[in-house]
Nanobody
Framework: VQLQASGGGMVQTGDSLRLSCATS???????VGWFRQAPGKEREFVAT????????SFADSVKGRFSISRDRAKNIVSLQMNNLQPEDTAVYYC?????????????????WGQGTLVTVSS
């Protein structure tokens, strides 16, 4: 499974960004998750979506601001981030789970894409 994240950039507080994760077709039956890692901090869970898009989960810190969607025809998983805050600044990674429904822990995500940097200035 191959994944490639894109869409990061530098924005101001309150702005929006949409991250995309292009996956190989072999990930079509796998859940895909987004994680992020801020400087000096451990990688943390952000959101996950099941193989068919029917089940989603979000970290408490992003609930109500972020949404996740999946275009199975194009093999793209998107993370829409609204009302961005400085604490959202991090490198964002997408990853494919070995399961069809994702979890919040990174252990079940075996394939990772390269990160895309999101910087939110105050």
């Amino acid at each position: 499974v191959q994944l490639q994240a894109s869409g990061g950039g530098m924005v101001q507080t309150g702005d929006s960004l949409r991250l995309s994760c292009a996956t190989s077709r072999t990930a079509s039956n796998n859940a895909v998750g987004w994680f992020r890692q801020a400087p000096g901090k451990e990688r943390e869970f952000v959101a996950t979506i099941s193989w068919n898009g029917g089940v989603t989960s979000f970290a408490d810190s992003v609930k109500g601001r972020f949404s996740i969607s999946r275009d199975r025809a194009k093999n793209i998983v998107s993370l829409q981030m609204n009302n961005l805050q400085p604490e959202d600044t991090a490198v964002y990674y997408c990853a494919a789970s070995v399961y069809s429904i994702g979890s919040i822990g990174p252990q079940s995500y075996r394939s990772w894409g390269q990160g895309t940097l999101v910087t939110v200035s105050s």
